[in-house]
């Protein structure tokens, strides 16, 4: 069964550090690939998405993630966080072939100003 | 366009009762997904419906069912509630299946909380 795995459960950063988020997932095929935030009592958004082509993909507010096809992965970055980007962030494996998506088990990111 | 909208948003149920919850997804989208939301166990998928009929299915136990009606509305149902089932409970829609590439993109409701005394 796919899974995906989140390393960083809780990480505190102070506004300006720069942030990168593991992801690893565990199906071998084609995959479509997410993030999504989570703010502090609102529902989930989604930041960024792979569906094919260019592997570094951009997303709103100022995230971007990487896949890394031979290592399964699809870390997301951004070069500097402001108190404003404290919320869970999930990251989420649709198969294709018309299979179930599959999320992490998101991490909490806390952001000091 | 509306979003995702999900009814009640609270719920306080005791052992042993059952809940129905409700979901209208963005209009035009023809799936919808459901999960389970709880702290440490990120979302777990429940089950998926696309034109009223069940897709694809998590591993919950039977308690656990659902439905969706031409409209593309959707329901799912908790018999017999445990403690365990105190969560957050999720809908998102989408214009096609998951894993149907651009279409598979799912938009997320606000949950409804599921208290079980």
């Known amino acids: 069964a796919q899974s995906v795995s989140q390393h960083n459960h809780h990480v505190i950063l102070s506004e300006a550090a720069s942030l990168e988020l593991g992801c690893n997932y565990s199906y071998g095929g084609t995959v479509n690939l997410f993030w999504y935030v989570q703010y502090p009592g609102q529902h989930l958004q989604l930041l960024l998405k792979y569906f094919s082509g260019d592997p570094l993909v951009k997303g709103i507010k100022g995230f971007e993630a990487e896949f890394i096809k031979s290592k399964f992965s699809f870390n997301l970055r951004k070069p500097s966080v402001q108190w404003s980007d404290t919320a869970e962030y999930f990251c989420a494996v649709n198969p294709g072939g018309y299979q179930k998506v599959t999320f992490g088990t998101g991490t909490k990111l806390q952001v000091i100003p | 366009k509306a979003g995702v909208t999900q009814t009640p948003r609270y719920l306080i149920k005791t052992r042993g009762q059952q809940v129905t919850l409700s979901c209208s997804p963005i209009?035009?989208?023809?799936?919808v997904s459901w999960y389970q939301q709880t702290p440490g166990q990120g979302l777990q998928f429940l089950f998926e419906y696309f034109s009223e009929t069940q897709r694809n299915k998590g591993n919950f136990p039977g308690r656990f069912s659902g439905r969706q009606f031409s409209n593309s509305r959707s329901e799912m149902n908790v018999s017999t509630l445990e403690l365990g089932d105190s969560a957050l409970y999720l809908c998102?829609?989408?214009?096609?299946?998951?894993?149907?590439?651009?279409?598979?993109?799912?938009?997320f409701g606000p949950g409804t909380r599921l208290t079980v005394l």
């Open positions: 209009s035009g989208h023809r799936s």
């Open positions: 998102a829609s989408s214009l096609g299946l998951a894993g149907g590439g651009v279409k598979a993109e799912q938009f």
